[in-house]
């Protein structure tokens, strides 16, 4: 069955310091997709990143890098010079092709990123 | 234009009550998906619905039910309710094909007492 572990249940940096939340999955699908959702406040999941498992490349998009590694089944997500704003709970998720559907998640623990002056 | 939309905002029910929770997708998305999150439990596939059919279900008893509409609008309904259906219901819409994106609303907050 398939799973997405975050082992970090709580960072609390300083800001403009570097941060990397952890992200491991297991699955047995050859076919998935991986994804990245933050959670502030308001409550509403705000989509970061996706991955799919065909395309193992790194990404940078401004002050977010993501890490994506077959061999050791993790995909991380590195905030740089974290701000105040980066402040709530990061979300990874699994999403197998044998669903069939695009809707049916499977969410890590979450990782609540608390950034202060 | 407008995101995810989901009334109502919060509800406060007692034991035993039903409850019916409604959420309207970002227009063109025709694939609506329903998630619990609890602070046990995390966040929990409910269903999803697409073209007014049930295409995945999630390990929830069947006291929780849902249903879409034509133009796409869902509905799920709780019946019977339990302490521990207080949760946060989140909608979620996309685009059909596997791996896109899910645009998640804000949610509904209930409170069972």
């Known amino acids: 069955a398939q799973k997405v572990t975050q082992a970090q249940t709580e960072i609390s940096v300083v800001e403009k310091e570097d941060v990397t939340l952890d992200c491991v999955y297991e699955?047995?699908?050859?076919?998935?997709?991986l994804f990245w959702y933050k959670q502030p406040p308001s409550g509403e999941l705000v989509f970061l990143i996706r991955?799919?498992?065909?395309?193992?490349q790194n990404e940078i998009s401004g002050r977010y890098s993501w890490n994506f590694q077959k061999s050791t089944s993790s995909f991380n997500f590195t905030i740089t010079a974290s701000q105040v704003v980066d402040s709530a709970v990061y979300f990874c998720?699994?999403?197998?092709?044998?669903?069939?559907?695009?809707?049916?998640?499977?969410f890590g623990t979450g990782t609540r990123l608390q950034v202060t002056l | 234009k407008a995101g995810v939309t989901q009334t109502p905002r919060y509800l406060i029910k007692t034991r035993g009550q039903q409850v019916t929770l409604s959420c309207s997708p970002i227009?063109?998305?025709?694939?609506v998906s329903w998630y619990q999150q609890t602070p046990g439990q995390g966040l929990q596939f409910l269903f999803e619905?697409?073209?007014?059919?049930?295409?995945n279900k999630g390990n929830f008893p069947g006291r929780f039910s849902g249903r879409q509409f034509s133009n796409s609008r869902s509905e799920m309904n709780v019946s019977t309710l339990e302490l521990g259906d207080s949760a946060l219901y989140l909608c979620?819409?996309?685009?059909?094909?596997?791996?896109?994106?899910?645009?998640f609303g804000s949610g509904t907050q209930l409170s069972v007492l």
């Open positions: 979620a819409s996309s685009l059909v094909e596997f791996g896109e994106k899910l645009f």
């Open positions: 699955t047995r699908d050859t076919t998935y997709y």
């Open positions: 991955r799919n498992s065909f395309v193992e």
């Open positions: 998720a699994l999403s197998e092709g044998g669903t069939g559907t695009a809707s049916k998640l499977t």
């Open positions: 227009s063109g998305h025709r694939s």
């Open positions: 619905y697409f073209s007014e059919t049930q295409r």
